[in-house]
């Protein structure tokens, strides 16, 4: 619990309520999650995981739609599962279509690594963990992730940017450092125009109490943030 949700588009036009829960069955991110949580024992915060993830998934606009630009503001106590809720969003969205999540993971080497080594274990099954708290990668190879940043990363290189002629996810785990958004945004200019159309950005920002997405704060790193998200609107 602990978890508030404000909305702070504010007259841009949202999205209608779009999200459909995957089966059962289905190899899905979302359904790996769960069952980790399950392992994990956090029996009690399942249902409030559950629900929040769910009203921000529809809140986000569907990526098989028309593009739109919308953002938000989550807000929650220490220690309240921020983590963890924003890691159930990324596996509901990715189910859904989204292809390029970037993580904004703080400012500082540490926390950065802390923050992929969760999302590499409790997301994308790249990590294990020695007791086995870890998700499972899927069945299909070809929704497996592909990884833009690893641990002990300290920058973000960027890399072959042919990965994206696939289908797969790509996730980056950066610190919100100016120089690494503006690298980050010159490596996707790579790409031409008409494969950047085809690229659904979901940017979730862990550092929202510094320099966050504020569309008339002239910090060189919210400034960067908004060009960023622009070459995908």
């Given at each position: ?11 841009i ?17 979302w359904?790996r999650y769960?069952?980790?949580l399950i392992?994990?024992?956090w029996?009690e ?5 559950r629900s ?5 998934i ?6 098989n ?6 953002y938000?503001?989550v ?5 309240s ?8 969003l ?7 279509g ?10 500082l080497n540490?926390l950065?690594?802390?923050?992929q080594?969760r999302?590499?274990?409790e997301?994308t099954g790249?990590e ?6 870890h998700?499972?990668k ?7 992730f ?53 690229i ?6 862990d550092e ?8 008339t ?7 960067e ?9």
């Open positions: 619990g602990g978890t508030t949700i404000a909305d702070i588009s504010g007259d036009e949202q999205p209608e309520a779009w999200y459909k829960n995957p089966e059962v069955n289905d190899d899905s991110y359904q769960l069952e980790l392992r994990k024992g029996y915060a399942i249902n409030d995981i929040s993830t769910r009203d921000l529809d809140r986000i606009p569907d990526p739609k028309d593009k739109m630009d919308v938000g503001l807000v929650g106590r220490v220690q599962g921020k983590t963890a809720n924003f890691t159930g990324i596996a509901r969205a990715v189910d859904s989204y292809n390029l999540v970037i993580v904004l993971s703080g400012t540490n950065r690594n802390q923050t080594k999302l590499l274990r997301l790249h294990k963990h020695p007791k086995g708290l998700v499972r899927p069945n299909n190879k070809d929704r497996e592909e990884l833009l940043t690893d641990v002990g990363d300290t920058d973000f290189v960027g890399g072959d940017i042919n990965i994206f002629y696939n289908d797969r996810p790509k996730l980056a785990v950066i610190k919100k450092n100016v120089q690494i958004l503006i690298k980050l945004k010159q490596w996707l200019e790579k790409l031409p125009e008409k494969k950047r159309e085809q659904n950005l979901l940017i979730i920002d929202a109490d510094y320099a966050s997405v504020n569309r704060d002239k910090r060189a790193e919210n400034e943030l908004r060009d960023s998200e622009d070459d995908f609107i």
